[in-house]
Nanobody, 124 residues
Framework: QVRLIESGGGSGQAGGSLRLSCTSS?????????MGWFRRAPGKEREAVAR????????YYSDSVKGRFTASRDNTGNTLYLQMNTLKPEDTGMYYC????????????????WGRGTQVTVSS
């Protein structure tokens, strides 16, 4: 029932910025416990880039993006953003928005709803 649609991907320059958006539908914000951004690059395992709890003030970032990327929600709670600053070529990959809707946890294994992804390519 819950649907997630990513947008904002594309090409960026090293040192530049991109902003990804994830629009959700088919649920009320009270039914979503956590949302996050994940990425997958060739030759690498899937990485949890950023996760934001909807039940408390907790947020989590991977070491590779900490200090450069920021995840946030709009005022309606229907859209999750990922502001990506100081881009590096190693940020290249497919970025997925995901939501935990069944368990009150931001643990990666509890994300049960996934978007189709948006490609990000960063050049030197």
């Amino acid at each position: 029932q819950v649907r997630l649609i990513e947008s904002g991907g594309g090409s960026g320059q090293a040192g530049g910025s991109l902003r990804l958006s994830c629009t959700s539908s088919g649920y009320t914000t009270g039914r979503v416990f956590c949302m996050g951004w994940f990425r997958r690059a060739p030759g690498k395992e899937r990485e949890a880039v950023a996760r934001v709890s909807f039940t408390d003030t907790s947020s989590y970032y991977s070491d590779s993006v900490k200090g450069r990327f920021t995840a946030s929600r709009d005022n309606t709670g229907n859209t999750l953003y990922l502001q990506m600053n100081t881009l590096k070529p190693e940020d290249t990959g497919m970025y997925y928005c995901a939501a935990a809707t069944e368990v009150a946890s931001c643990g990666e294994r509890f994300f049960s709803v996934w978007g189709r992804g948006t490609q990000v390519t960063v050049s030197s």
